[in-house]
T-cell receptor, first 114, second 116 residues
């Protein structure tokens, strides 16, 4: 089944404890993105990637890192999480450009930082 | 900067009512425009899109027309159903020189509730 998977789905952690949220797609997509969703703010893009080793900052990259060493994986890294990073996170992928190809979203990861 | 503004919600309608959710954008380039839908507990799904002025996107009875003169992309449906209850997001991608980089800007979302 073609899909975008994220792990974990739920995570409660403490301030400053490094964590990684994994994202994987099995559709051989070139483009991948990370978003966070907060009430009243919609979705905001954190980082996006056009292909392996090609990443760029979205609108809210502060406090996050990403890597794209393989086409299928795009992990989101929080080196020192803070409570303002409590949010619902979505990974997404598309074959290529969004004007031509549909973007598929993962099921989301709900992160709480205390 | 580039931004997307949606009408404030939530929107509550009775079944078979007409739906309009307003969306306007501000962009420095020539954006592609999208509507996404999020059902409870799920990720987002693409509902429809339009990539140039005067294009009309349509899907599942929903329509939206790309109006460059009013910088708008309003979502409409003639007769809503209970199953349309969800959160709707307007979004845009501003392409640089015709190249898509995958950088998407979303509106804040509109909660739609449809009662029987």
């Amino acid at each position: 089944e073609a899909q975008v998977t994220q792990n974990p789905r739920y995570l409660i952690t403490v301030t400053g404890k490094k964590l990684t949220v994994t994202c994987s797609q099995n559709m051989n997509h070139e483009y991948m993105s990370w978003y966070r969703q907060d009430p009243g703010l919609g979705l905001r893009q954190i980082y996006y990637s056009m292909n392996v080793e090609v990443t760029d900052k979205g609108d809210v990259p502060e406090g996050y890192k990403v890597s794209r060493k393989e086409k299928r994986n795009f992990p989101l890294i929080l080196e020192s999480p803070s409570p303002n990073q409590t949010s619902l996170y979505f990974c997404a992928s598309s074959l290529r450009g969004l004007a031509e190809y549909e973007q598929y979203f993962g099921p989301g990861t709900r992160l709480t930082v205390t | 900067g580039d931004s997307v503004t949606q009408m404030e919600g939530p929107v509550t309608l009775s079944e078979e009512a007409f739906l309009t959710i307003n969306c306007t954008y501000t962009a420095t380039g020539y954006p592609s425009l999208f509507w996404y839908v999020q059902y409870p507990g799920e990720g987002l799904q693409l509902l429809l899109k339009a990539t140039k002025a005067d294009d009309k996107g349509s899907n599942k009875g929903f329509e939206a027309t790309y109006r460059k003169e009013t910088t708008s992309f309003h979502l409409e449906k003639g007769s809503v159903q209970v199953s349309d209850s969800a959160v709707y997001f307007c979004a845009m991608e501003v392409n640089a020189g015709g190249t898509s980089y995958g950088k998407l800007t979303f509106g804040q979302g509109t909660i739609l509730t449809v009662h029987p």
